[in-house]
């Protein structure tokens, strides 16, 4: 019977709390994604992600040596696998949002919104703002 060695990997997320001083909570948010101060992190052990398989080789104790085998996409991470198919929900809906045979009034209601869900995800695709959201003023705290 074949010998596989499988890596598998599961993500821990480590948090940080802090205060800023900002007009929005919006502002207040951005300040702290850019805020590169991580000295008082800590794990967040309840929120470890599942398991999922990030290698596959052919035979025992091969990993990055031996011949490497596609992982099947349903043990990738659950993450992963949601940009993945992300990606071609958005290009299956940005393939239709265009003028389908629906009657003139309900293909008025509907593209807009089509076409906003479709900017919204290029904005996510690209980790961009969402399209309807201002840039902020970004001014740390002070201490």
Same mark, same amino acid.
């Given at each position: ?40 992190? @800590? #794990?967040?052990?309840?929120? +470890? ?6 290698? %596959?080789?052919?035979? $025992? !104790? ?48 509907? @593209? #807009?919104?089509?076409?906003? +869900? ?6 996510? %695709?690209?980790?961009? $703002? !969402? ?13």
């Amino acid at each position: 019977m074949p010998t596989f060695t499988i890596e598998t990997t599961y993500r821990m997320p480590y948090y940080r709390q802090g205060t800023y001083e900002a007009a929005t909570p919006e502002q207040a948010c951005r300040l702290a994604i850019e805020d590169e101060d991580w000295s008082g992190e @800590l #794990p967040d052990y309840e929120c +470890a992600g599942p398991t999922y398989v990030t290698g %596959i080789w052919k035979g $025992r !104790d091969a990993a990055y040596e031996g011949e490497e085998v596609d992982v099947p996409s349903h043990f990738d991470e659950t993450a992963h696998r949601m940009i993945s198919h992300f990606h071609e929900l958005l290009a299956q809906l940005a393939h239709i949002a265009q003028p389908t045979g629906l009657p003139a009034a309900e293909f008025d209601r509907w @593209l #807009p919104k089509a076409t906003a +869900a479709v900017e919204k995800a290029r904005a996510i %695709i690209h980790e961009q $703002r !969402d399209p309807d959201q201002p840039a902020a003023d970004n001014v740390l705290a002070s201490s």
